[in-house]
């Protein structure tokens, strides 16, 4: 058997918890392969609604297993909140959660750096969620990192302070960065001694052991693809492979056990944090997209950017991703524009290309868009594909025509059944 990867073609919040859930039943295992607790994967059913930063979005199926890979970074304070509200919605992840002895651990000085760096930027920060990704990405291809297996090595302690030395030392580079470590180190400490209860495995054994074995495995993505640390927008990414490619290293799989490639994006853009964003509206429009998409951020709650669909920077993400099949989401947030502009290309250098440049801040590139024609239609009840409006049909061809990838999946609302395959 082959892993499906599904994954972010945008800057992330395309929806993807919510595809990894309406997917889970064709699947025995779903693996998350890179990211941490900067992720918020956002599922409704039932008329509630459940946030999960580093579980994967497998667990609210009976029977699926979950696996979190060794590409992925833990904060074990999160973790645990996490688990504490499943159990409050009735739902125990433990028995079927499994955890990469290889998985890097967030300490509280990780944050702490995190803060530091970005108080220190100014108006150059990148927006980071402040949850330590950058700091533990950093220690882990320093070769300085502490990772889930040492949990239970008996070598935990000793490398601990290790590293938690280390982080004193570079916090003293920072001397207008007020923190209090006490207060948030004991939590922490019990939070990991409890994470290393949990069952911590092998997991690039399992998941190969499992794909021989006839196990259907799907690997969920975090952030986009324009968050990713080579091919995103560069330095105004996150530190890890969020790309296809990624769930090779972050799981332990061979490329040649990648089948299909699921790449969920957004029928307009948003994106949360600094760095640019080509076709982003800065006028009411784009306050009206935010306000019908609800776009908030699921884990810092900052207002996110919105703007129009481009093409240029979705054919870019199709291809450093091999996207296979395509998903697109939030088509009911767009009913009511007489128009759609679409981004087809960016002037760029004196020359209108359709392959996304090195650099696209405004200086760099213009987008040049073309009008769609809109509907009026309230999507929010729509079951069938025959129950979509023609322009919606249009819409969804002439992204299909120029990506040259079917869209399988239109979301039309939050909910796990408000979504239509086709
Ligand atoms: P970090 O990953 O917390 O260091 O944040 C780096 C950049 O990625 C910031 O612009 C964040 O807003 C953005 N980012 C990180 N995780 C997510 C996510 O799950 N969705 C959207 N943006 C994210």
Redesign the pocket.
Known sequence: MKVDVLLGLQ???EGKGKIVDVLTPQYDIIARFQ?GP???HTLIFDGKKHVLHTIPSGVFREGTQNVVGNGVVIDPVIFKREITQLLEAGVDPRPNLYISRRAHLIAPTHRLL?AASEQAKGKAK??????G??PTYMDKTGRNGLRVGDLTSGKFEERYQALRTKHLGLLAQYPDFEYDLESVEAEWLAAAKELGQLQLIDTEHFLNEALDSGKRVLAEG???TM?DIDFGTYP????SNTIAAGACNGLGVGPGRIGEVIGIFKAYCT?????PFPTELLDETGEALREAGGEY????G?PRRCGWLDLVQLRYACRVNGVTQLAMMKADVLSGFDAIPVCHAYEHAGATTANLPFGIEPDEVTPTYSDHKGWQEDLTGVTTVEGLPVSLHDYIAMVEKEMKIPVKVVSVGPDRAQTIQR
């Open positions: 800057w992330g919040d990211g900067n992720a918020g995190d990148i927006g980071s969620t402040l949850k990704i950058g975090a952030q986009g968050l105004f990414v996150t530190s994106r949360v944090g600094s760095g951020g699921a884990t810092t900052r």
